[in-house]
């Protein structure tokens, strides 16, 4: 089973600005993942981030279709994930800045249900990091099919709150403090 994520932002900053963001590597390293990303179609590259000790998260991607300042799409396929899934990025002009669309495609089911329980436990992990609350005081969000537990979590849907998660973070915390920053375009 596959699915698509879809997320819709307005910043008061121009395409270009925001292209900017989004195409150049020290730019998208500051709100997305270290990185060695050119603007070239076919060009492999991958995401890094290592911000928990001792785990590193690798993501694999090549640039399939660049529309500056418009469109730029590329593969992305991390450890766990049997195939490339697909992130579209759509930048349209609006009065006082832009309209970005995020298209998250190809997004597969979990391959295995350890692997979907490493994940929420991950996101506990983290989320106990940041709160500092003990583990009993977490719960598990709610899930689109009403499920409350990990033993009845289709995998697929835990793997698409992670990315939901993630990119609702980059796109509404992390992206507008470095658009803030960048050189104006």
Sequence with gaps: MTSTLVFNARYPHSPERVWQAL???QALAAWLMENDFEACVGHCFQFREASLPGLEIVIDCEVIALEPPKRLVYTWQSS????????TWIL???DGGTHLQLHHSGLTTVQSPLN???LLQRHRSQ???LWNRPSAQLTVPA?????SSVQSVEP???LGINFEVEWNHRL???LPKVLAQLVAV
């Design 23 to 25: 195409t150049h590597p």
């Design 80 to 87: 766990g994930m049997s195939t490339p899934s697909i992130v």
């Design 92 to 94: 349209m002009p609006i």
């Design 116 to 118: 979907a329980v490493s």
């Design 127 to 129: 989320a106990q990091q």
């Design 143 to 147: 899930f689109p099919t009403g499920q």
């Design 156 to 158: 697929h849907v835990l």
């Design 172 to 174: 509404n915390e992390a």
